[in-house]
């Protein structure tokens, strides 16, 4: 490339910026969202940003359309209008079953674990959502697969041992203990090496000494693992203690964003929050 050129890369609709500015991209676009079912406006111009490193709270009353946004960005739901922009590009026309292949990863207000399974099978379904083994390879032993069976397992081992999880890792999932059980969903999730991390309500049946120990977590997997969080929480102590900023939605409408402290102080949350009568 000659020297004073900068690289130009392709970006949804055609437009194209330097290279040098691609760093500063979004990681993900929520831009001018909206859903309905039948008359119900379960979101209404939804538009925000959230960087690489950042870890960003979305908060509301409930019914206020936390997780029909969620939803949206796990391709369960498809917006009525508006777009939705992971790495500067659209996500709209990907199945459910291919989000992991971009690095977006979830955990689910209710676990969504195969309690039959062990610990450490319901972490290695998560490892498998990205590799490319298939049945005929599966059946044949072919030395690749073997490699690639030995990377898993070396996958889990190592979020076994982060989550500390070793002492339960091959007992079943049913009848372990609820905090136990919300770890072993965040390893699964971890186990597709996401650069985006949907957390969807990760504090509700934990004590407060747990909710303590998820919010150390949550940072230690933003800080040591270079994973973005996007925060859907009902637990105020635990958003405002972890998130860089905060987004607030009532009624399907954002009504506020910001640095946690600001979000606290505006009126409107307050409201939303509190009833009129006591802003």
Not at 119 to 138: E, K, P, Q
Not at 176 to 191: D, N, S, Y
Not at 243 to 265: T, Y
Request: net charge positive; glycine share 10%.
């Amino acid at each position: 490339m000659p020297r004073g050129k900068l690289q130009t890369i392709p970006l949804v609709g055609g437009e194209r910026l330097p290279q040098q500015e691609s760093a500063s991209l979004p990681l993900l676009t929520i831009r001018d969202v909206s859903v309905a079912f039948g008359g119900i406006r379960a979101l209404d111009g939804i538009s925000f940003d959230l960087h690489r490193g950042q870890v960003l709270g979305l908060i509301g009353p409930n019914g206020a359309g936390k997780t029909t946004l969620f939803n949206c960005l796990s391709r369960l739901y498809t917006p009525t209008s508006g777009d939705i922009l992971f790495e500067g590009k659209s996500i709209l026309g990907r199945a459910a079953s291919r989000m992991a292949e971009i690095g977006i990863g979830r955990t689910f207000q209710n676990l969504a674990s195969f309690s039959r399974l062990s610990v450490r099978d319901n972490i290695r379904v998560g490892a498998h959502c990205r590799s490319r083994t298939d049945m005929l390879s599966d059946g044949l032993r072919l030395p690749w697969m073997r490699r690639a069976e030995r990377r898993i397992d070396g996958i889990v081992d190592e979020l076994i041992a982060y989550l500390e999880l070793r002492s339960v890792a091959d007992l079943p999932m049913a009848g372990l203990p609820f905090g136990t059980l919300k770890r072993a969903e965040m390893a699964r999730a971890l186990a597709i090496h996401p650069k985006l991390l949907l957390l969807d309500e990760p504090a509700g049946g934990l004590n407060h000494d747990e909710i303590g120990e998820l919010g150390r977590l949550i940072r230690r997997i933003r800080d040591e693992r270079a994973v973005t969080v996007l925060l859907v929480e009902h637990h105020m102590n635990l958003v405002m203690s972890v998130s860089d900023r905060v987004v607030v939605l009532n009624f399907g409408r954002k009504i506020s964003e910001g640095d946690p402290a600001g979000v606290q102080a505006n009126p409107e949350v307050i409201r939303a929050y509190l009833g009129s009568g006591r802003a």
